[in-house]
């Protein structure tokens, strides 16, 4: 990939890392605040699922930033692109659909197909 298309990429790796952090902020600062006692059960319950909810989301969303923060770092070593498996280059338009592949499509075809079988 040229090096105008990686700084691109980069660029867009790094927002969407800003994005997710203000997120994880904005969520702590609402839990933070959140100490209203529900006299109703149903009320405390109810609420008790949002939030196990909205941790779920941001849990999710810490793999995600640990995901981008790696693939900025290949970048940055000037390997990004590069299927950790076997070596051989990434294609362009399977990296536009996920920046943070580690794998080319061959590779993860056979993990797939490796993963299936040992789960019958």
Known sequence: MKA????????VLIGNMQMLHASAVKTARSMGRDNENYPDFHDRASREACR?????LRE???RML???REAVERIDQGIFGICKICGSAISEKRLRANPMTTRCIACREKEERHFMAESR
């Open 4 to 11: 105008k298309k990686l700084q691109h990429v980069r660029n």
């Open 52 to 56: 196990g909810f909205e941790l779920l």
């Open 60 to 62: 999710r969303e810490n």
């Open 66 to 68: 640990v995901e981008l």
